[in-house]
C-alpha cells in the first residue's frame, strides 16, 4: 500500500482556480487510473495512462487534464475548478494491461467552494 | 460504451446469512472481473478476482461466479459478519489490444450486516 501516493489528502480551492493533484508510485506499474467517487455514482474513470507519455481519456475527462512524463507520476489538474468537481479522488495502478486489478491510493478530498 | 450495471445499491441481511451482489457488463471483450470492499472513508481494496475462463472462485467466505453468455457476474458472501459491513463494487476490464485497458465500476453496494 505504501507503494502509491496521493497528495494532498485534503483541499479546499476556489471556483475558477487551477489546482493539480499529485499521485506518485514507486513500483514501476504500467498503468496508472483517475477515478472520482461521488454519492450515487461509485466510481467513475476519468483519465488513464498505459505507459509513460500515453494517456487515454474516460467516462468524465471534461474539465481535467493529465500528463505522464515519468512513469512513476500521474498528475490531474482541473484547469478551472468549478463546484462540480468537488469530490474523492482516487489515483489507481495496475501491473499490467490484462487480467490484473488496480490499487488504489488513499484518496484526495477536494472541495471547490 | 463500456458499462456496468450493478444491483441492488443497498443490502441488509441478517448477521449469519448469506448476501448476494449481482453485476452486468455490456463490453463482450472482457476478460476480468475484480471485486473491490470499501471501508467507510478508506480507499477500495480488491477482495476478490474471476477470469473468463473460470465459472466460479472461493475463498473462505466469499465466492464468485461469472456467466459470460449472459453477461453476469455475481459475489456472494456466507456467514455473514459485522466485519462485512462496507460498499462492495464490482468491475470488469478488457484486454488492451488495439487501446489501453480500462477498468470499469459499477456504481456499488452498500451491505449492512444486522446483528
Known amino acids: 500500500d505504501a507503494g502509491i501516493t496521493q497528495s494532498p489528502r485534503y483541499k479546499i480551492t476556489e471556483t475558477g482556480r487551477q489546482v493539480t493533484l499529485m499521485c506518485h508510485q514507486t513500483?514501476?506499474?504500467?498503468?496508472m487510473f483517475w477515478y472520482r467517487q461521488d454519492l450515487g455514482h461509485g466510481l467513475r474513470l476519468i483519465y488513464y495512462s498505459a505507459a509513460a507519455d500515453i494517456t487515454d481519456k474516460g467516462e468524465v475527462p471534461d474539465g481535467y487534464v493529465v500528463s505522464r512524463s515519468k512513469t512513476e507520476n500521474f498528475p490531474l489538474t482541473l484547469e478551472s475548478a468549478t463546484r462540480s468537481q468537488t469530490s474523492v479522488y482516487f489515483c489507481?495502478?495496475?501491473?499490467?494491461?490484462?487480467?490484473?486489478?488496480?490499487?488504489f491510493g488513499q484518496g484526495t478530498r477536494l472541495t471547490v467552494v | 460504451g463500456e458499462n456496468v450495471e450493478q444491483h441492488p445499491s443497498t443490502l441488509s441481511v441478517q448477521e449469519g446469512d448469506s448476501a448476494v451482489i449481482k453485476c452486468t457488463y455490456s463490453d463482450s471483450a472482457s476478460n476480468y472481473f475484480p471485486w473491490y470492499k470499501q471501508e467507510l472513508g478508506k480507499r477500495p481494496q480488491l477482495i476478490i478476482d474471476i477470469r473468463s475462463n473460470v465459472g466460479e472462485k472461493k475463498d473462505q467466505r466469499i465466492a464468485v461466479t461469472l456467466n459470460k453468455t449472459a453477461k453476469h457476474f455475481s459475489l456472494h458472501i456466507t456467514e455473514t459478519q459485522p466485519e462485512d459491513s462496507a460498499v462492495y463494487f464490482c468491475?470488469?476490464?478488457?484486454?488492451?489490444?488495439?487501446?489501453?485497458?480500462?477498468?470499469?465500476f459499477g456504481s456499488g453496494t452498500r451491505l449492512s450486516i444486522r446483528p
Open positions: 489507481a495502478i495496475s501491473q499490467t494491461g490484462g487480467e490484473a486489478g488496480a490499487f
Open positions: 513500483w514501476s506499474h504500467s498503468y
Open positions: 468491475a470488469s476490464r478488457a484486454p488492451g489490444y488495439s487501446s489501453a485497458s480500462k477498468i470499469i
